[in-house]
């Protein structure tokens, strides 16, 4: 088991640590000595267990909001999949409907009361096309 020797508020430490895992030992001591450097530049000199037990609870502290953060992410993530989820069915649901009306065909049939309807209007429009017609021969000249 190799033995890594690091440095934490100016003072040296040997650890022992499991085979290729002296990296992550170097990082969290670096991280460790990053808050012990905060403490002693706040309060001055101290014991080291006080140093080690003031930084770590730094960390800790930091350690836990970035989990509340990371919590808060979790649930949007969770929020905004079942928003896809939703906005998914609901196109391919108007992409079903779409395929199914170009299945059917352009529709020919005309409700009776548009057809009704129609049928008056063209009526009315030949009966003053007529008048009209009528008006201006009445007008003309012999």
């Known amino acids: 088991m190799p033995e890594v020797d690091i440095e934490i ?10 085979e290729g895992e002296e990296r992550y030992l170097h990082a969290a001591a670096k991280m460790l000595d990053t808050e012990a450097a905060v403490v002693l530049g706040q309060i ?8 080690l037990l003031m930084a770590g609870l730094m960390l800790a502290d930091k350690t836990a909001a970035l989990e509340d953060d990371l919590r808060g992410l979790q649930d949007r993530i969770t929020t905004q999949d079942k928003a896809l989820r ?27 009361a ?6 008056e209007l063209t009526a009315r429009a030949e009966a003053m096309a007529n008048a009209m017609e009528a008006a201006a021969s009445d007008e003309k000249p012999a």
Do not use: K, N
Request: aromatic letters at 2%; one cysteine or more; a negative charge.
């Open 9 to 18: 508020g100016g003072r040296a430490f040997s650890v022992a640590c499991q």
């Open 114 to 119: 548009l057809t009704d309807g129609l049928a």
């Open 86 to 112: 939703s906005a998914e069915e609901r196109l391919a649901d108007r992409a079903r409907r779409i395929s199914e009306l170009q299945e059917a065909g352009p529709r020919t049939e005309l409700p009776d």
């Open 44 to 51: 001055g000199r101290m014991p080291p267990e006080r140093m």
